[in-house]
């Protein structure tokens, strides 16, 4: 677990690149390897107090800066040391009051609350009420009803019947009835002819003589069959003189086999013999369509004697057909999705997370597409959980009329125009009907994950 306020990140401590009171700046080049940053905030001691580092004297102590006898009214004295208990980590709230949170990866104090920023892998991160936990927030193990940061519920995944939350992320170990599992996707796609129970089970492809039909109960049924097939209980079975019709029937010496599945002299209207003894619909057969031996390319189906492919499928200028159920080509020929984290299903690009608005994106946070596609947001406004906030700065305001400017719980740098709904009854109706509303917390400046309820107060939302 690290502190937040130390090291190269300082992203709680450093205000326009500034300390804060019982802090002072690290210059760019005393800051470690790791450091990103071109400036950070470290605590004063006396052995390098303030901007200039001074080194205090014996019987002296660092009070906002500066080489004092005793420390300043907005610091405490803690192990010869005057530290700012209001941000202090290893001072929050009181002398040696250390923000040890369980499970978490990094903290922070703020005022006199320690706060858990990231969490350990298998935990996410919660907001707390700090009057009752005596803490802002804290790390909760991750499950599939809250699983990873954003809390997702992975039991709301389309299909899910099994699975886990794995590392912060929902993992699908089975789907429902009418719903198979693609594991290269982690997703549970519906049953359909292309696709019936598994990835690889498509009745068009493995079904010989299949014309029509459905998927039921993960099992490929034909409604319907080629020429030169019968239909047999959801199967084509191949007509032939030798085993003719369901029945196998063998016929006679001069007989042949007709499309029905019947043994009679001579092949009815409509039919042909094409060689072998079974009567042929030159008009449906993709072997022999619209003359005997005029074979269609593979995936193709004869439809009134003209060679075509089977419906969601399409020749895209090649010689033969093609799913319209893939990337590559998904609803037509022309539509590609697109990004590594796309894919194409029931002939529409999806997402294996995210929303698919041309592209895959996190509609919680996508400028571009804010809450809906096609939703963007305006000049000065920033997309945050699906909905456009105005961007400000705290010490300016330039909020309008009925709105506060608060930073976001747990990032410094984020600051928005909201509604100020702590525990102020008239503001609620405005709350509940206003994007921009939360909660401030006690302190009226950090908002946290909380809304304005029924009850006229602000409670946790996720």
């Known amino acids: 677990m690290s502190n937040l306020q130390y090291g190269g990140v300082n992203e709680y401590m450093c205000v326009s690149e500034t300390c804060q009171v019982g802090y002072h700046k690290v210059i760019a080049g005393k800051l470690s390897a790791e450091s990103v940053y071109g400036y950070s905030c470290a605590p004063d001691t006396r052995e390098a107090c303030g901007n200039d580092y001074a080194v205090c004297k014996e019987g002296e102590v660092c009070s906002n800066g500066k080489c004092a006898t005793s420390c300043t009214e907005n610091l405490k004295k803690c192990s010869n040391e005057c530290v700012n208990i209001d941000v202090d980590p290893n001072n929050c709230g009181d002398c040696g009051k250390k923000c040890n949170i369980d499970n978490a990866e990094q903290t922070y104090c703020s005022g006199k609350v320690c706060f858990a ?12 009420d700090s009057e009752s936990t005596l803490q802002g927030s804290w790390c909760q193990m991750d499950s599939v009803s809250e699983c990873g940061d954003d809390k997702t519920n992975c039991t709301n995944y389309t ?16 789907c429902v009835d009418g719903y198979h599992l693609r594991s290269d996707y982690n997703i549970c796609e ?18 010989n003589g299949w ?10 049924k034909a409604t319907s069959c080629q020429s030169g097939f019968v239909l047999c209980d959801g199967r084509c079975q191949e007509n032939k003189p030798d085993s003719c019709g369901c029945s196998k029937i063998q016929c006679g010496t001069g007989e042949v086999c007709t499309d029905s599945g019947e043994c009679q002299q001579s092949c009815p209207e409509g039919e ?8 042929i619909n030159i008009k449906s057969d993709p072997n022999n369509c619209g003359a005997c031996d005029n074979k269609c390319d593979s995936g193709m189906v004869c439809n009134n004697g003209t060679c075509g492919c089977y419906d969601g499928y399409d020749t895209c200028g090649g010689g033969g057909c093609v799913s319209l159920n893939m990337k590559e080509h998904c609803g037509k020929c022309e539509i590609q999705c697109k990004g ?3 894919y194409c299903s029931n002939y529409s690009c999806a997402c294996y997370y995210g929303t698919y608005c041309g592209k895959c994106v996190d509609i919680n946070n996508d400028d571009d597409n804010c809450g809906k596609c096609g939703h963007k947001c305006s000049k000065g406004e920033e997309c945050m959980r699906g909905y456009c906030m105005k961007k400000c700065n705290h010490k300016q305001d330039g909020c309008s009329n009925g709105f506060v400017c608060a930073k976001q719980f747990g ?30 917390n006690e302190y009226g400046y950090e908002f946290q994950n909380r809304h304005c309820h029924d009850d006229n107060q602000c409670h946790q939302q996720w």
Do not use: F, P, T
């Open 211 to 220: 014309k029509l039909g459905i998927c039921e109960n993960k099992n490929c």
């Open 411 to 440: 990032y410094s740098n984020n600051q928005y125009c909201v509604v100020d709904c702590r525990n102020k009854y008239e503001n609620c109706d405005v709350c509940r009907d206003n994007v921009g509303s939360y909660c401030l």
């Open 159 to 174: 299909g899910w019947k099994d699975g886990s939350c794995e590392q912060g992320k929902c993992i699908i170990k089975s």
């Open 340 to 342: 590594n984290n796309a």
């Open 190 to 207: 519906e049953d359909s002819i292309y696709a019936c129970g598994s990835d690889d089970n498509n009745c068009v492809e493995r079904e």
């Open 117 to 128: 920023s990231k969490c350990n892998i298998g935990y996410h991160l919660i907001s707390g």
């Open 272 to 279: 042909m013999d094409c060689g072998g003894g079974n009567c």
